[in-house]
């Protein structure tokens, strides 16, 4: 297993950016099962500076050993980093910033070139993200649907956009953008993240307390997300294996 450790971004970013990670891949390296999260994240490894998209499926990822850092976007806030380029253009994509970003990402490349450390690539990735905020617009009404769609129960369309005052259509338009997705393919995603979190005895039980009608369309999402089994996935053996979610 690869090492992995999560750290807090200075109080600034909170808005936009859920948490800063380091990993570090051992001798002979690591294959990563990588599940969907809802999120964009940026990522330093093997010398090249990437956004990777918000995923609908599981990746088996090859890593090398080293070191690896990134920043966790938080969903429908990675227009941070993206700036007018919607998120759904990087749906199961990995981009490297110098695609999005053209010359101005010249600068932090060339910084993140001189480094071979994790741990200072992690610190360029924050001062990154502050030189971005001037720009950054956030958009509340996203955030509150996002922070709706992750209850139990979480609302329909109709009643989300009831609820910000906004037309269905345009709500979708504008979740799809910011987020990656739409509402529907978020709930599945975050439902199926709270299903790894939560600690149940039965699958009967977890399915219920995590907010699906059955057993049943538990052990469809999570094949469906993971490529495994409810058994498999929620076992404390893969748990641990996969506790690093994104690279």
């Given at each position: 297993m690869a090492p992995y450790?999560?750290?807090?971004?200075?109080?600034?970013?909170?808005?936009?950016v859920s948490c800063g990670w380091m990993q570090e891949v051992p001798s002979g390296g690591h294959v990563q099962r990588v599940l969907p999260d809802g999120c964009l994240d940026l990522i330093w490894r093997d010398g090249v500076l990437e956004m990777a998209g918000p995923d609908t499926g599981p990746r088996l990822v090859p890593l090398a050993a080293g070191g690896i850092a990134g920043l966790r976007m938080r969903p429908g806030a990675a227009r941070l980093l993206l700036g007018e380029v919607p998120a759904a253009e990087l749906r199961d994509r990995r981009v490297e910033l110098g695609e999005l970003w053209g010359p101005r990402a010249?600068?932090?490349l060339e910084r993140l070139a001189a480094?071979?450390?994790?741990?200072?690539a992690?610190?360029?990735?924050?001062?990154?993200?502050?030189?971005r905020l001037p720009e950054y617009r956030h958009d509340a009404a996203v955030a509150e649907?996002?922070?709706l769609l992750g209850a139990p129960g979480p609302p329909s369309v109709a009643a989300l956009s009831e609820h910000l005052g906004l037309s269905p259509r345009h709500l979708r338009r504008r979740f799809t953008a910011a987020v990656g997705y739409g509402p529907s393919t978020l709930v599945s995603v975050l439902r199926f993240q709270r299903a790894r979190s939560l600690d149940a005895a039965r699958l009967?039980?977890?399915a219920a307390t995590a907010g699906y009608a059955d057993q049943a369309h538990l052990s469809?999402?999570?094949?469906?997300?993971?490529?495994l089994t409810a058994a498999e996935l929620l076992?404390?053996?893969t748990r641990a294996g996969s506790a690093a979610r994104r690279s």
């Open positions: 450790v999560e750290h807090p971004v200075p109080g600034a970013l909170h808005e936009a010249r600068p932090v480094t071979a450390r994790a741990a200072e992690s610190d360029l990735l924050v001062h990154l993200a502050r030189t649907a996002v922070r009967t039980e977890l469809r999402q999570v094949r469906r997300l993971s490529g076992s404390s053996r």
